[in-house]
Nanobody
Framework: QVQLVESGGGLVQAGGSLRLSCAAS????????MAWFRQAPGKEREFVAA????????YYTDSVKGRFTISRDNPKNTVYLQMNSLKPEDTAVYYC????????????????????WGQGTQVTVSS
């Protein structure tokens, strides 16, 4: 089991930047692919970015490619989401999640593949 706590959300103007952090407890963090999802009001949860267990491969939804960067620091049990050039449509609650399986070379991009979730952090981008 991995317990996850997100931080770093807030209010930012369009074009600004935020860095989200997800601190994990438990000894299995380094074995798991990690992902960020988001959910805007009235919308379904959507995939944002994922990184495999080794940090060697990353995946992004098209709308954030070139603007967001996912990374991880296994010794610190932390995964990050650097968000640049933020847009009002990025406004959502952002959740980090840990893969239900270990050592997958390709991080999944669907939420049913993740079984551990944080409580979420609110990101609001004003126009």
């Amino acid at each position: 089991q991995v317990q996850l706590v997100e931080s770093g959300g807030g209010l930012v103007q369009a074009g600004g930047s935020l860095r989200l952090s997800c601190a994990a407890s438990g000894r299995t963090f380094s074995k798991c692919a990690m992902a960020w999802f988001r959910q805007a009001p009235g919308k379904e949860r959507e995939f944002v970015a994922a990184i495999n267990w080794a940090g060697s491969s990353t995946y992004y939804t098209d709308s954030v490619k070139g603007r967001f960067t996912i990374s991880r620091d296994n010794p610190k049990n932390t995964v990050y989401l650097q968000m640049n050039s933020l847009k009002p449509e990025d406004t959502a609650v952002y959740y980090c999640a840990a893969d239900r399986l270990y050592y997958r070379a390709v991080a999944p991009t669907t939420d049913y593949e993740y079984e551990n979730w944080g409580q979420g952090t609110q990101v609001t981008v004003s126009s």
